[in-house]
């Protein structure tokens, strides 16, 4: 792997990481968490795309938990954990998913309490779906086109003071018809009044996207946003990885290469290095390559397994940035898990792992964040423990029926409600949903 990573991997670590083997680990190894997993929705999940951002909130006012899942065709869903009764509702269809793995729901909830889901129905348009009442996901949702600005991916987040953003990625092409078909940067669109009016970044700011490129000679100007997460303090920390035809020409999403991260504020809609370097409120390739770069990989496609991978995590410790990303084997073994950390200077990346997809991380505490990841075809989910961002080891194995292919934790989540599991489809097709969805609490914390 170092010719993959290019030397990245030598630098000298200030404090080691630890690698432990992934494959083996057994319950409670260093943790002490105890999970019992309850399946809500029986063969019903579709192959989705959806990345480990805004799937479910808890609602502290009426204390129950509201998630979202992709079913049959794409189409969303919603259920309602009541917790004073302990009782799960039967799934609620609130829209269509056109059969596109692409078109998957991801929810916040409004400063109203209205329960809002975006579906970026790809490469054609952003779509919102609002309950009919606040605090419930109960009756039939009101459906509004937002804009057909040929959207996929939309990331959702609500500021403290009840701003709503959601971040999508632009497929320029499908506007105008001749931009090529590898330029696809990342815009968003901001609501000040619970989701009833919008406007573009572009209307905001003047800029033309809010992070991309136009111009790269090895033609990686997709941008791929594996995950994105609103920090206690406001901040959203962003992990990324470009896309592209590299030396075959234009071609959507024929190789992946590099890690980047950034963190952007919502107060003046600037994004920022880990250093503090204030970029403004656009990243173009000279901002990324020289403030935002993690790791350095080739531009190859071993085996045809693009690398890194779509999905990556971000967090944070003590005000210190980590990010999680796997990438595949140049000679066909298993996937190889990094742990890249900004050490105040620069960042240090180390493999931690082999064989793992990590699918989300949730803040344990102030030292500690837990790991989610799975196998590929295999039940179960396997937790982590990564302390002060450089240290992991094994926790303990969450037993599911079927494999699982998506996890996100629920916001500002209350057990047993706590991680969402969307089980694998059999097949990629969206027709054909047989997935289980689950979900995960901590006996301990009830």
Same mark, same amino acid.
């Given at each position: $792997? =170092?010719?993959?990573?290019?030397?990245?991997?030598?630098?000298?670590?200030?404090?080691?990481?630890?690698?432990?083997?992934?494959?083996?680990?057994?319950?409670?190894?260093?943790?002490?968490?105890?999970?019992? #997993?309850? +399946?809500?929705?029986?063969?019903?999940?579709?192959?989705?795309?959806?990345?480990?951002?805004?799937?479910?909130?808890?609602?502290?006012?009426?204390?129950?938990?509201?998630?979202?899942?992709?079913?049959?065709?794409?189409?969303?869903?919603?259920? &309602?954990?009541?917790?004073?009764?302990?009782?799960?509702?039967?799934?609620?269809?609130?829209?269509?998913?056109?059969?596109? +793995?692409?078109?998957?729901?991801?929810?916040?909830?409004?400063?109203?309490?209205?329960?809002?889901?975006?579906?970026? $129905?790809?490469? #054609?348009?952003?779509?919102?779906?609002?309950?009919?009442?606040?605090?419930?996901?109960?009756?039939?949702?009101?459906?509004?086109?937002?804009?057909?600005?040929?959207?996929?991916?939309?990331?959702?987040?609500?500021?403290?003071?009840?701003?709503?953003?959601?971040?999508?990625?632009?497929?320029?092409?499908?506007?105008?018809?001749? &931009?090529?078909?590898?330029?696809?940067?990342?815009?968003?669109?901001?609501?000040?009044?619970?989701?009833?009016?919008?406007? &573009?970044?572009?209307?905001? =700011?003047? %800029?033309?996207?809010?992070? @991309?490129?136009?111009?790269?000679?090895?033609?990686?100007?997709?941008?791929?946003?594996?995950?994105?997460?609103?920090?206690? %303090?406001?901040?959203?920390?962003?992990?990324?990885?470009?896309?592209?035809? @590299?030396?075959?020409?234009?071609?959507? %999403?024929?190789?992946?290469?590099?890690?980047?991260?950034?963190?952007?504020?919502?107060? /003046?809609?600037?994004?920022?290095?880990?250093?503090?370097?204030?970029? @403004? =409120?656009?990243?173009?390739?000279?901002?990324?390559?020289?403030?935002?770069?993690?790791?350095?990989?080739?531009?190859?496609?071993?085996?045809?397994?693009?690398?890194?991978?779509?999905?990556?995590?971000?967090?944070?410790?003590?005000?210190?940035?980590?990010?999680?990303?796997?990438?595949?084997?140049?000679?066909?073994?298993?996937?190889? /898990?990094?742990?890249?950390?900004?050490?105040?200077?620069?960042?240090?990346?180390?493999?931690?792992?082999?064989?793992?997809? +990590?699918?989300?991380?949730?803040?344990?505490?102030?030292?500690?964040?837990?790991?989610?990841?799975?196998?590929?075809?295999?039940?179960?989910?396997?937790?982590?423990?990564?302390?002060?961002?450089?240290?992991?080891?094994?926790? +303990?194995?969450?037993?599911?029926?079927?494999?699982?292919?998506?996890?996100?934790?629920?916001? /500002?989540?209350?057990?047993?409600?706590?991680?969402?599991?969307?089980?694998?489809?059999?097949?990629?097709?969206?027709?054909?949903?047989?997935?289980?969805?689950? #979900?995960?609490?901590?006996?301990?914390?009830?």
């Amino acid at each position: $792997m =170092t010719r993959l990573l290019r030397g990245v991997m030598s630098a000298v670590l200030l404090l080691p990481l630890v690698a432990v083997s992934p494959a083996n680990a057994t319950a409670d190894v260093q943790g002490n968490a105890k999970f019992t #997993v309850t +399946t809500t929705a029986s063969s019903v999940a579709a192959r989705s795309d959806r990345r480990p951002v805004a799937g479910g909130v808890y609602d502290k006012k009426v204390n129950k938990t509201f998630i979202s899942w992709a079913g049959q065709y794409e189409d969303s869903y919603v259920q &309602t954990y009541d917790h004073r009764k302990s009782t799960w509702s039967t799934p609620n269809r609130i829209a269509d998913g056109a059969n596109d +793995t692409h078109n998957y729901p991801t929810m916040v909830q409004a400063r109203d309490g209205h329960l809002l889901i975006f579906r970026g $129905m790809h490469n #054609v348009e952003l779509r919102m779906s609002r309950s009919p009442q606040p605090n419930s996901a109960d009756g039939v949702w009101e459906e509004t086109l937002l804009s057909k600005n040929a959207a996929t991916y939309p990331m959702p987040f609500v500021t403290r003071d009840g701003t709503i953003y959601v971040f999508y990625r632009e497929t320029t092409r499908d506007l105008d018809g001749t &931009t090529p078909t590898d330029t696809r940067p990342m815009l968003y669109v901001v609501s000040k009044d619970n989701g009833k009016t919008w406007k &573009t970044s572009t209307e905001l =700011t003047g %800029d033309r996207f809010a992070i @991309g490129s136009t111009a790269r000679a090895d033609n990686m100007n997709e941008i791929y946003i594996g995950q994105l997460r609103q920090e206690d %303090d406001g901040r959203v920390l962003i992990a990324y990885t470009l896309a592209g035809g @590299g030396p075959e020409g234009n071609k959507h %999403d024929r190789y992946h290469r590099n890690m980047y991260y950034t963190w952007f504020n919502p107060q /003046n809609r600037h994004f920022y290095a880990a250093s503090g370097k204030d970029l @403004g =409120t656009q990243i173009d390739d000279a901002d990324q390559e020289r403030h935002l770069k993690i790791a350095e990989t080739p531009l190859t496609l071993p085996n045809n397994v693009k690398s890194p991978d779509y999905i990556q995590q971000v967090g944070s410790t003590l005000g210190q940035p980590f990010v999680l990303w796997f990438m595949g084997d140049e000679a066909g073994g298993p996937l190889h /898990n990094f742990l890249s950390v900004w050490n105040g200077r620069r960042w240090e990346t180390k493999e931690v792992a082999r064989g793992l997809r +990590t699918r989300e991380v949730e803040k344990v505490d102030l030292f500690t964040w837990r790991v989610y990841a799975t196998e590929d075809g295999k039940p179960n989910v396997n937790t982590y423990l990564v302390r002060l961002g450089r240290f992991w080891s094994p926790e +303990t194995v969450i037993p599911t029926a079927k494999p699982v292919q998506r996890v996100e934790v629920v916001e /500002n989540f209350r057990d047993p409600a706590r991680a969402i599991f969307s089980g694998a489809s059999s097949a990629r097709d969206a027709a054909i949903a047989d997935g289980d969805i689950s #979900v995960a609490g901590v006996k301990s914390r009830w």
